[in-house]
């Protein structure tokens, strides 16, 4: 069972049990959720849009070539690139243990996998909306540099 | 009207982006199309979920047991528990955005939000069972251990970037309080 099935039967659940306990409650819940969902769709949108085009212009086979680079600077750029691309888990580990094998270093691959989910470049408008731009900022900034410190530190421990 | 196609600016720039790309003749603007809508599909199934989770979560959970439990004074427990809560998420990060907000919003501390919005973004439970299998549980494992203290840091000096970088009256509760005024 997939986790989105498992999402919607708790949630289900949940409703159910809310609107047995008080309706009018229910009601509310559901117009809160309403307000929420339609005021983040002009943005979802947008990024679901730059999802692709990042996608469109990065897939996978071309971000495999840029871990040849065991600079500095190449490992800066394989963060750069984890943090403008956005891929679900099952894109992402696969892809990372491919990486592995074909013998990119465990250094720029724990950099690529922590800022793929640690750092949202694309993401950082939706961020904003809800957080503000100093939240926003120091977290996605706090993220990019301790990727390179993981990273870097599991290139020594791994 | 402004503010409304101001709302769609980035979905604009990126159908226009699209239109260049298929325009150039690389044949990679439909594929860049096809594969937002894959995602937007996607979206659409879980977002609606999280969004009437985040409404039943306003109308039941009483302010001073968020308070209690993950507010100002929570310390360690808090931590913990933001810790729990975010490795059980399902989705991506920026789903759980409106559930950290709707916590802000019950009086959570800003410092328990980033908490439990890094780990939600990098150590659910289910992407681990998937990191294991795909790169070994060593990888994974060092990978846990050195992400979790860097998500803690992370929550504390963010909390005291945004108290510096606003008026000293303003606190995590009311920014975002404000944010949901513009709903």
């Given at each position: 069972m997939s986790f989105t099935t498992v999402l919607f039967i708790v949630t289900f659940l949940l409703l159910a049990l809310s609107w047995s306990r008080d309706k009018q409650k229910t009601k509310k819940a559901l117009k809160i959720a309403w307000k929420s969902f339609s005021n983040l769709l002009p943005t979802m949108l947008g990024i679901v849009g730059m999802m692709g085009l990042v996608l469109a212009v990065l897939p996978p086979e071309v971000i495999k070539t840029i871990f040849s680079d065991r600079s500095i600077p190449g490992l800066i750029l394989v963060s750069l690139v984890g943090s403008i691309t956005l891929m679900p888990a099952f894109v992402a580990f696969p892809l990372a243990g491919s990486l592995l094998k074909a013998g990119a270093g465990v250094t720029a691959v724990a950099c690529f996998i922590t800022t793929l989910m640690m750092v949202g470049i694309i993401t950082a408008p939706a961020e904003i909306k809800y957080f503000g731009k100093p939240f926003t900022l120091s977290r996605n900034v706090l993220g990019f540099g301790f990727a390179l410190v993981i990273g870097l530190l599991m290139g020594v421990l791994v | 009207m402004i503010m409304r196609v101001r709302k769609y600016a980035l979905f604009l720039l990126v159908v226009l982006l699209d239109l260049g790309l298929h325009l150039s003749g690389s044949g990679k603007g439909a594929v860049a199309a096809q594969t937002g809508f894959d995602y937007l599909i996607e979206m659409l199934l879980f977002i609606p979920p999280i969004m009437v989770l985040v409404g039943l979560l306003d109308v039941w959970v009483p302010r001073h047991m968020v308070e209690k439990n993950?507010?100002?004074?929570?310390g360690l427990k808090g931590i913990l528990i933001s810790i729990l809560v975010g490795s059980a998420a399902a989705g991506?990060?920026?789903?759980g955005f409106p559930v950290a907000d709707a916590m802000l919003k019950k009086g959570c501390r800003l410092a328990n939000a980033v908490i439990f919005l890094g780990t939600w973004a990098t150590i659910k439970i289910p992407m681990i069972m998937m990191e294991v299998r795909f790169v070994g549980w060593k990888f994974a494992l060092v990978r846990l251990a050195l992400t979790l203290p860097a998500i803690i840091t992370t929550g504390f000096v963010v909390e005291k970037f945004v108290e510096n970088s606003?008026?000293?009256?303003?606190t995590g509760q009311q920014i975002s309080a404000k944010a949901w005024e513009t709903v």
């Open positions: - | 993950v507010g100002q004074g929570s991506p990060l920026y789903a606003n008026p000293p009256n303003r």
